[in-house]
């Protein structure tokens, strides 16, 4: 989170030109914003969910100066009209785990300021984990990174996949098939059995 929180203010601040604050006051004002950021995400962090939270993230000059800016600017003792001034308004950023981006007008083009591919890959993967843990009632995914074991609902191991050096194993679904083959019956093999069953009685 540090990394995008950083790369946020240093985006706000470049508006703010050397003749409106000294140097000084400048970094007091990124110091204040970080710290008022960081406290204002706090719990609403997702990294494996990433666009959860989004819009309460966002940072904009869009109708008013958004109120983290103004908390900032008070902890730094900086007028609030110069960030009025120096903030354009036709500008929303959006600062979220692994990406951190921007877009100018309702309708203009999206450009990323800071992106973090291999975070937003592992965020992919355990999401996709995630909806299969919760879309298959048969199976418990036990570890989002390799190795991953597969097992039954009732705790039956199925399946062992990944892990430095180890040998390709079935796939889970196979795997889990003929699990189940090998310890349920059939409907018709359980027709099959009572007729046989009633046969051995009638003949004994």
């Keep these: 989170m540090q990394t995008e929180i950083d790369s946020a203010a240093n985006f706000w601040l470049r508006f703010v030109q050397d003749n409106q604050l000294s140097s000084d006051k400048k970094e007091a004002l990124r110091q204040s914003l970080i710290s008022v950021l960081h406290e204002r995400y706090t719990g609403h962090w997702h990294p494996e969910q990433t666009n959860v939270g989004s ?49 100018v007008g309702d309708h203009g083009t999206v450009y990323t300021v800071y992106e973090d591919k291999r975070g937003m890959l592992e965020s992919v993967k355990k999401s996709m984990a995630e909806r299969v843990s919760k879309s298959n009632g048969d199976f418990v995914i036990s570890a989002y990174t390799t190795p991953v074991v597969i097992r039954s609902a009732d705790g039956v191991e199925i399946s062992r996949r990944g892990g430095n050096g180890s040998s390709p194993q079935e796939s889970p679904t196979k795997g889990a098939a003929e699990f189940r083959r090998a310890n349920a019956m059939s409907p018709l093999r359980q027709v099959t ?10 003949g004994s």
């Design 55 to 103: 819009g309460y993230r966002s940072l904009s000059n869009w109708r008013k100066l958004d109120t983290v800016f103004v908390e900032a600017a008070h902890q730094a003792n900086v007028p609030v009209e110069v960030l009025e001034k120096s903030f354009p308004r036709d500008i929303i950023l959006w600062c979220d785990p692994y990406n951190v981006t921007y877009r």
């Design 193 to 202: 059995t009572y007729r046989d069953q009633g046969a051995a009685n009638a």
